[in-house]
């Protein structure tokens, strides 16, 4: 984590009538908190965001599933009240609460009336220090998962990224469905609930951003409340693992009409010097809507699929270059070779001074549009930190973007795009196609 001494402003000029600049200040509590704060007390409005690395990657042996639902169950009750009670409470203090949670973290999102402050973050704090954990809460939250699985089951496209990522990670819990297995699901008991909290919710792992009418003193005072109490340490995070994939392809048969092809190797880390070449080059690629490369050749000339693209994936244990199609059965081999060769030609041949133009027009001009409100910036400021960004990034990001070089993105090119290695994972019905090495 990076650390600064308070207060450590930057200045941030956006293109947005509403918002011409934004100070965001690193706030370090008496107990040993960081967060970061934009001020903004033209409404009496805070939205808060607070954010554990980890996620469901830290789902004990035998018992995956379980941090998702113990996530899904932190507003089914806390404290003295249940579920109707908890609810009840925070719709009269006009408070939102939202808890999610992915591979790597889980998040929670607050937004509160600046009078209302003290109240709404008495009852989150509940939430997250005191759940419940009834065991009808737990039993309806499992019941509403286990309709998901079984959705799931049936989709082409969850079909597609679950065979793929089994393939990528056979010994990760990346290579499996953070919602469980129906058998999985319902072995899970109010202990495993509370197991999965002590794993996640730890002071040594929270990322914090807010954005609002609140001072860094206040802040300061807000999250010791709030958060003071939940244990020091969480389980140990997961190891870094290198993708096993290698090329070929993978058919998953499944009635349909229309086949889904998820596609990738391994790609680049968000660190790495060459982040920003590569995330240039796959704008180019398959990032940047219908001006990308695969959308113009199997979309435009050919009329193979309605849409196509490709996109990074940087996941804190491992990162994959990864792209998806969708074609009729007996157009898809057509559409899987298009692919290929594509990665190919860009690989051997690189792009074009024009094109990287147009990828950098993208990337500039869209960034500034994400700072929209309070929550948005808030969501932001919370991931830079814990993507090991630095404080001034969003006033640097640009000139990294236009700082680039044509030939650096073309080297990026011939060091990570590698055709041969693409493993396609096809679920339909693919005529010309069948499974591979």
Not at 40 to 52: C, G, M, Q, V, Y
Not at 401 to 412: F, G, H
Request: overall charge negative.
């Amino acid at each position: 984590m990076i650390r600064f001494v308070l207060p450590l402003l930057v200045t941030l000029t956006l293109a947005l009538p509403a918002r011409a600049e934004v100070e965001i200040q690193e706030v370090q509590t008496p107990g040993g908190l960081t967060a970061w704060l934009v001020e903004e007390h033209s409404i009496p409005f805070t939205a808060l965001e607070i954010w554990f690395r980890g996620g469901t990657s830290l789902d004990r042996p035998g018992k995956r599933g379980a941090v998702n639902l113990m996530t899904a169950t932190l507003e089914e009750g806390a404290g003295d009240m249940d579920a109707l009670a908890f609810t009840r409470a925070k719709e009269m203090l006009a408070a939102s609460f939202g808890y999610d949670v992915s591979d790597d973290t889980l998040t929670v999102s607050a937004k509160f009336l600046t009078e209302n402050r003290g109240k709404a973050i008495a009852l989150l704090r509940e939430s997250l220090v005191n759940p419940r954990f009834d065991q009808d809460a737990v039993d309806r939250v499992r019941g509403q998962v286990a309709s998901i699985i079984r959705s799931d089951e049936k989709d082409p496209n969850d079909i597609a990224g679950r065979a793929f990522e089994s393939q990528a990670f056979p010994d990760h819990p990346y290579g499996t469905d953070s919602n469980g297995t129906l058998d999985s699901l319902n072995g899970l008991t109010r202990q495993d609930m509370l197991d999965a909290h002590a794993d996640t919710m730890a002071r040594d792992r929270i990322y914090i951003g807010a954005v609002g009418d609140i001072t860094p003193e206040e802040l300061a005072t807000l999250l010791d409340d709030l958060l003071g109490d939940l244990p020091e340490t969480g389980a140990p995070l997961p190891a870094d693992i290198e993708p096993a994939l290698t090329g070929g392809t993978t058919v998953v048969p499944y009635d349909t009409p229309q086949s889904v092809a998820l596609f990738g190797h391994s790609g680049v880390a968000r660190e790495s010097d060459d982040f920003f070449p590569a995330y240039l080059l796959n704008t180019i690629l398959g990032g940047g809507g219908f001006e990308s490369r695969l959308m113009t050749e199997v979309r435009e000339k050919r009329g193979l699929t309605y849409g196509v693209y490709s996109y990074i994936v940087d996941k804190d244990n491992a990162d994959l270059w990864m792209g998806q199609v969708q074609s009729a059965n007996n157009r898809v081999a057509e559409a899987i070779e298009v692919v290929k060769q594509q990665w190919a030609d860009i690989a051997a041949n690189g792009v074009t001074e024009e094109e990287l133009t147009a990828a950098k027009k993208y990337m500039t001009g869209a960034y500034p549009l994400r700072f929209d409100g309070n929550g948005p910036i808030a969501n932001i400021i919370t991931g830079m930190q814990i993507e090991g960004m630095p404080l001034d990034y969003p006033a640097t990001r640009n000139d990294k973007v236009d700082a680039v070089t044509l030939e650096q993105v073309n080297d990026v090119a011939r060091r990570y795009l590698r055709p041969d290695d693409l493993r396609f994972v096809v679920v339909g019905q693919p005529e010309g196609l069948s499974s591979t090495n």
